[in-house]
């Protein structure tokens, strides 16, 4: 090297910075519907919250608190009536790029078999068709669904849908993962199932995860925080517990530990006085 050149040097409190930026942040955040009477109707109001790279963090609260508008948000589908988003230290705008979102319904494509749903994913990125299958093939077995590639959405069951559904999201890679009560319609023990083969997949290169649901024993078992959030309108956040139970875990095995029902009596406590003022309210808006 000669005299006078110099390497770029990144100083220690950039460094740390960097390390310590989250995946998604969300500040001062309102959301604000017009309905169709003409008021306003405030959804969610000053949300404050942080998820760092690799951690899973999922949604509680009552019915019509405003979880789902938080995912939408960060998708990039809703616009804040107030304070911002930012994904990975850049504010958002438009559509989030980063982030791959699984919902509750179905959004299979019933003329296409398993693996022509997962390899459409790609399309919008330019894989050629051929690379495309192979990657999806490759998926569909991650998801233990390698012998069905060729049957259509209505020859699988609704576990196996959602297989799908998941290899579809996560084929293209995507840095944040946004999901929405994906296995509400499932039964119990295919729930744990799916359960347990997010956690491998998130396992094997961790993902910032934002998961909602409105089952309690769920997130718990699957994050590493769950926040709770307060009945609506104008619903916040309430809550928002560490989960400190050893990794890897078995959804099934979890629920058993003591630890596990020391965290649950905890949230339960704070979730509890909030469905609770969700359900009077609905029966004050029917008298």
Request: hydrophobic content about 45%; aromatic content about 6%.
């Amino acid at each position: 090297m000669s005299q006078g050149a110099a390497l770029p040097v990144q100083s220690p409190s950039a460094s740390a910075a960097a390390a310590a930026r989250p995946d998604v942040c969300l500040r001062g955040l309102d959301i604000t519907f017009a309905l169709k009477t003409g008021e306003l109707h405030a959804a969610v109001k000053n949300i404050d919250l942080d998820i760092a790279p690799g951690e899973f963090v999922t949604i509680v609260g009552p019915t019509g608190c405003g979880k789902s508008t938080l995912l939408n948000a960060t998708a990039g589908l809703l616009k804040p009536s107030a304070g911002h988003v930012e994904i990975q230290g850049a504010a958002l705008n438009g559509l989030n790029g980063k982030a791959g979102y699984l919902f509750q319904a179905d959004a299979l494509m019933p003329w296409k078999t398993a693996i022509d749903n997962v390899a459409v994913a790609l399309e919008p990125m330019g894989v050629p068709k051929a690379e495309a299958l192979k990657r999806a093939q490759d998926w569909l077995a991650r998801v233990g669904l390698k012998g069905f590639a060729q049957r259509y959405p209505h020859m699988l069951s609704g576990g196996q849908r959602k297989r799908v559904a998941l290899a579809q999201m996560l084929i293209r890679d995507p840095q944040i993962l946004l999901m929405d009560e994906p296995f509400g319609p499932l039964d119990a023990q295919t729930r744990q199932i799916m359960g347990n083969l997010l956690l491998d997949l998130w396992a094997a290169n961790k993902k910032a995860v934002m998961f909602v649901t409105h089952d309690l024993e769920e997130a718990i078992a699957l994050s590493d925080r769950v926040v709770v959030m307060s009945a609506g309108p104008a619903a916040g956040i309430v809550g928002d517990f560490r989960v400190e139970l050893p990794r890897p875990r078995d959804i099934a095995e979890i629920r058993t530990e003591p630890a596990f029902h020391a965290i649950h009596k905890a949230i339960w406590a704070s979730l509890r006085v909030e469905v609770q003022k969700a359900y009077s309210q609905g029966e004050e808006a029917q008298q």
